[in-house]
């Protein structure tokens, strides 16, 4: 088990290596207690289009980062608490990609796709159980409000808004953050405070803007009856480019797992 492993020259090994492979790029990742559980590559939808990256699943986060040289070097390092993560399945698209699900955080939200049916399986469950190990012990609760999926631009030549304005290189792509819905500028030129994303308001399409703006207007009515242009969007998702993968091959492995078939090494 997970649990066999945290004082373990193995896991030790296992995390140092994870450290070495993002460099100084990377953040520390050992840390008492913390077990590697599992790594593998995974396709992750990003905004232009998908991106293989390499995931490492940890009893408490999950890291990812781009992949320059399979199984020697990323860079572009991502930490994910996992109190924060809830798990949600994607339907095959016969069409498309499959065996995917979405990770969804308070902060970001995104879809990832496996090679295969089991491992898809076998992801998910190892997530799972960590974020429930990890509330129980903890004992707090699953975070109730997750920010949206962004809807990739390719599935969205006009504005999902007005489904008027075609996007060009003048007429550029914008996303709310509040539904993830591709729209155009004049159908997104209003900003909402979203504290669970930005200190500073983000920008959201006319239709969440009306929402957000009458829900905070009746929560101040309640509250007063009780007690008497700067860009901040973000409009680049910050993994999306891959400038050191343009010629990379990469290798897709079985993932691995640790703890549950192996002994552990004293």
């Given at each position: 088990m997970v649990d066999k492993l945290v004082n373990s020259e193995a896991n030790a090994r296992r995390i140092a290596m994870v450290e070495s492979c993002f460099g100084s790029s990377g953040q520390p990742l050992a840390v008492p207690g913390r077990v590697l559980v599992g790594e593998g590559v995974l396709t992750k939808m990003c905004r232009?289009?998908?991106?293989?990256?390499?995931?490492?699943l940890f009893n408490d986060i999950l890291v990812y980062g781009n992949i320059i040289i399979n199984k020697k070097k990323y860079n572009k390092q991502h930490i994910i608490p996992l109190e924060e993560v809830k798990l949600e399945s994607i339907e095959d698209d016969p069409r498309g990609y499959q065996?995917?699900?979405?990770?969804?955080?308070?902060?970001?939200?995104?879809?990832?796709?496996?090679?295969?049916?089991?491992?898809?399986?076998?992801?998910?469950?190892h997530i799972n159980k960590c974020i429930d190990d990890l509330l129980r012990k903890s004992g707090k609760k699953a975070v109730a409000e997750h920010a949206a999926v962004w809807v990739p631009d390719g599935k969205a030549p006009v504005c999902m808004h007005c489904e008027k304005t075609q996007f060009t290189l003048i007429n550029r792509r914008h996303h709310c953050r509040k539904c993830g819905a591709v729209v155009?500028?004049?159908?997104?030129?209003?900003?909402?405070?979203?504290?669970?994303?930005?200190?500073?308001?983000?920008?959201?399409?006319?239709?969440?803007?009306?929402?957000?703006?009458?829900?905070?207007?009746?929560?101040?009515?309640?509250s007063a009856q009780k007690g008497n242009n700067q860009d901040s969007s973000g409009e680049e998702d910050s993994d999306d480019d891959d400038e050191a993968q343009k010629a990379q091959e990469v290798y897709h492995d079985l993932p691995k797992f640790y703890g549950d078939n192996e002994k552990a090494e004293k």
């Open positions: 232009k289009k998908p991106k293989t990256r390499q995931f490492y065996h995917g699900w979405l990770i969804k955080t308070a902060s970001k939200s995104f879809a990832v796709y496996a090679a295969t049916p089991l491992e898809k399986g076998e992801w998910m469950a155009c500028g004049p159908c997104s030129n209003k900003r909402f405070l979203l504290p669970n994303q930005s200190s500073k308001p983000l920008r959201v399409c006319l239709r969440c803007y009306d929402l957000l703006s009458g829900a905070k207007a009746n929560h101040l009515v309640d």
